[in-house]
């Protein structure tokens, strides 16, 4: 049995790859889920009006920079530095190695934190071991598909071609129904994040932004356009003069190796035109290109609009600022993530996580938690004044041997400058005090 378990590396349920051709973005702009009183003839609940709901968001995810910039430091820092375990050395040995591929728990919530922000959905494979403890395996969301009856999962490498290929199709059971395929009882959690009028999928709660994030990458490739057409001629100098039919053909073939890119900035177009033509005398026309700031604007705009719909920070979410590195700013804002945005996913998450090692083993995972930390850390409120004494300043910063008077020596330097503090004000009232006698 032992030999058994170690082979499950090879046994979740894993899908054949087909080569993917482009999905237009525009299949993710429309949602719908079919009801349980619509008539359905398909053998599976179709994620968007072409099921393609998923492929479409992962491609925005891949081609929108602010917007995958935002969902890769959600899951980090949903993921902390860790987790605590309060040592409970079962348990910190367990999470260490929680399923064959060797993976650790915290690998694997990567990838669920990942499908969880990216598709508002995301699947994990329970397998259970004969007297041993639950294995997790991750799933990849934009592959799963709830079948009809709502009491499965059906895995498929390509939607696209689900129908005409359906022998590639692997079926799990919903959680909590289990079905033994391959010698261990298999079953999918399925996470999913709530919708009004959505009950078998879940919905990122970035929907809204949907369109800002493809006006960003469209911004993005507007540039990449200007910039090449940039490296532009100087201006066109018409030449009346004859031209042959085939010079003509060869002149537009010709015009875009020939004045296009980095290369070709600055050169000077010639075309000739027959004497026949309208004008008898050469021409020269200047080619002045203008910067158009709606684009600009435009982009910024949609930056703001994917970072109020993911409810998240600025600061949090590499984009540059005026403010330039803010560790305040940070600082504060991380707070109030941990405490909203993370808090609340983390729970949502490792809640249901220590229910199925609870419920699946004899491990005590109630202690199980994430532990936080600031992204910058605190040295920058400490006053160095308050945590050194002289001889260590003067040792370590100056150089110098301790000082010639022991006792103060050992004190805080901020001790010494109360103290000194204290004594000019003393020094000051006495003074005060003479002036007052002194005119009387």
């Known amino acids: 049995m032992e030999q058994d378990n170690k082979q499950l590396a090879n046994n979740p349920i894993e899908q054949n790859k087909f080569s993917s051709s482009v999905i237009s973005t525009t299949s993710a702009s429309t949602i719908k889920e079919p009801s349980k009183v619509d008539y359905n003839s398909l053998d599976y609940i179709s994620f968007g009006t072409d099921n393609l709901f998923p492929q479409g968001l992962s491609i925005l995810n891949r081609r929108s920079a602010t917007h995958r910039s935002i969902l890769n430091n959600k899951v980090t820092y949903s993921l902390g530095r860790g987790f605590i375990t309060e040592n409970n050395d079962r348990l910190a040995q367990y999470i260490k190695q929680v399923n064959s591929k060797r993976e650790s728990l915290r690998k694997v919530l990567k990838k669920i934190f990942n499908d969880w922000y990216s598709f508002g959905n995301a699947y994990l494979e329970v397998v259970l071991i004969?007297?041993?403890?639950?294995?997790?395996?991750?799933?990849?969301?934009?592959?799963?598909?709830?079948?009809?009856?709502?009491?499965?999962?059906?895995?498929?490498?390509?939607?696209?071609?689900?129908?005409?290929?359906?022998?590639?199709?692997?079926?799990?059971?919903?959680?909590?129904?289990?079905?033994?395929?391959?010698?261990?009882?298999?079953?999918?959690?399925?996470?999913?994040?709530?919708?009004?009028?959505?009950?078998?999928?879940?919905?990122?709660?970035?929907?809204?932004?949907?369109?800002?994030?493809?006006?960003?990458?469209?911004?993005?490739?507007?540039?990449?356009?200007?910039?090449?057409?940039?490296?532009?001629?100087?201006?066109?100098?018409?030449?009346?003069?004859?031209?042959?039919?085939?010079?003509?053909?060869?002149?537009?073939?010709?015009?875009?190796?020939?004045?296009?890119?980095?290369?070709?900035?600055?050169?000077?177009?010639?075309?000739?035109?027959?004497?026949?033509?309208?004008?008898?005398?050469?021409?020269?026309?200047?080619?002045?290109?203008?910067?158009?700031?709606?684009?600009?604007?435009?982009?910024?705009?949609?930056?703001?609009?994917?970072?109020?719909?993911?409810?998240?920070?600025?600061?949090?979410?590499?984009?540059?600022?005026?403010?330039?590195?803010?560790?305040?700013?940070?600082?504060?804002?991380?707070?109030?993530?941990?405490?909203?945005?993370?808090?609340?996913?983390?729970?949502?998450?490792?809640?249901?996580?220590?229910?199925?090692?609870?419920?699946?083993?004899?491990?005590?995972?109630?202690?199980?938690?994430?532990?936080?930390?600031?992204?910058?850390?605190?040295?920058?409120?400490?006053?160095?004044?308050?945590?050194?004494?002289v001889d260590e300043a003067r040792e370590n910063s100056l150089g110098l041997a301790n000082y010639h008077d022991a006792e103060k020596g050992k004190k805080l330097i901020s001790e010494i400058r109360e103290e000194a503090m204290l004594r000019g004000q003393q020094k000051e009232t006495t003074e005060q005090q003479k002036d007052g006698d002194t005119d009387n």
Request: hydrophobic residues 35%; contains cysteine; charged residues 25%.
């Open 130 to 389: 004969p007297n041993g403890d639950p294995q997790f395996f991750h799933h990849d969301a934009t592959k799963a598909r709830i079948s009809k009856d709502r009491k499965n999962v059906i895995f498929h490498p390509d939607w696209r071609q689900y129908e005409g290929k359906k022998k590639y199709a692997k079926v799990l059971p919903l959680y909590p129904e289990f079905k033994k395929i391959d010698g261990f009882e298999r079953a999918i959690f399925h996470f999913k994040q709530y919708e009004p009028e959505f009950c078998d999928y879940g919905v990122p709660d970035w929907v809204a932004a949907i369109d800002a994030a493809a006006i960003g990458y469209k911004t993005n490739r507007w540039n990449l356009s200007r910039l090449e057409n940039s490296f532009q001629v100087s201006g066109i100098l018409e030449i009346v003069g004859d031209m042959s039919m085939e010079d003509a053909k060869k002149v537009k073939e010709d015009l875009a190796d020939n004045f296009s890119g980095e290369e070709n900035v600055g050169k000077l177009l010639t075309i000739t035109r027959q004497f026949a033509e309208s004008g008898s005398g050469s021409t020269f026309t200047p080619l002045i290109q203008t910067s158009d700031g709606e684009w600009i604007n435009l982009h910024q705009q949609s930056d703001s609009d994917l970072i109020i719909a993911h409810n998240w920070f600025r600061s949090l979410s590499g984009i540059s600022d005026s403010t330039g590195f803010d560790t305040k700013r940070i600082r504060n804002e991380y707070q109030v993530a941990k405490n909203t945005v993370i808090g609340e996913n983390q729970d949502a998450i490792l809640s249901e996580i220590k229910f199925l090692i609870e419920e699946h083993s004899t491990i005590d995972a109630e202690v199980l938690s994430f532990r936080n930390e600031s992204p910058v850390s605190l040295i920058d409120l400490i006053d160095v004044n308050s945590i050194i004494t």
